[in-house]
């Protein structure tokens, strides 16, 4: 079985509280996403892409294209 990866602890406040308010609870949740689609969440800014970015290549996944 797979194991599913926490988000990044450096992420701010405002960028948890929306990824939490639209139910992205888990970093694998993320591949299934365009970088555009996770930075028209209010409250994410290019720093929470980066840091999702690195967390999902040490997992080996990416963002959907």
């Known amino acids: ?7 990044p602890a450096k ?3 405002p960028a948890m509280r929306a990824f939490t308010h639209a139910g992205y609870l888990k970093l694998e ?3 299934g ?3 555009a689609e996770v930075l028209a969440l209010h409250g994410v800014g ?3 892409i980066v ?5 999902l290549a040490e997992k080996g996944l990416a963002f959907r294209k």
């Open 33 to 35: 996403l365009t970088e």
């Open 1 to 7: 079985m797979d194991q599913v990866s926490e988000l």
């Open 51 to 55: 840091l999702l970015r690195q967390a």
């Open 11 to 13: 992420l701010s406040k």
């Open 46 to 48: 290019p720093t929470a």
């Open 29 to 31: 949740q993320f591949a």
